[in-house]
Nanobody, 119 residues
């Protein structure tokens, strides 16, 4: 089993910044992919950003240029630096980790951390 502990959410005014962290622990053999997703009330969960073990990144168009994803492999931790926040960024942000135990990839989700951006 893999446990994910998220932190860093909160309330911020539009234009402000927050930094989310997600630390993975447990039966970690090979983390293939780490990422952040979000879900606003009444909407489906959507991708925010992902980063592979080789640090290749992928961003949703809506956050490009404002959010930066990074990872610390030694700490099994992924970060999301969020700048120029907008009210539409308000959502529950989930960390997702994909662990490879050959030949199968296992996906784990965190409990979510709330980000609220006031106008």
């Amino acid at each position: 089993q893999v446990q994910l502990v998220e932190s860093g959410g909160g309330l911020v005014q539009a234009g402000g910044s927050l930094r989310l962290s997600c630390a993975a622990s447990g039966s970690i053999f090979s983390i293939v992919d780490m990422g952040w997703y979000r879900q606003a009330p009444g909407k489906q969960r959507e991708l925010v950003a992902t980063i592979t073990s080789s640090s290749s990144t992928n961003y949703a168009d809506s956050v490009k240029g404002r959010f930066t994803i990074s990872r610390d492999n030694a700490k099994n931790t992924v970060y999301l630096e969020m700048n120029s926040l907008k009210p539409e960024d308000t959502a529950l942000y989930y960390c997702r980790v994909v662990v490879r135990i050959r030949p199968v990839d296992y996906m784990y989700w965190g409990q979510g951390t709330q980000v609220t951006v006031s106008s």
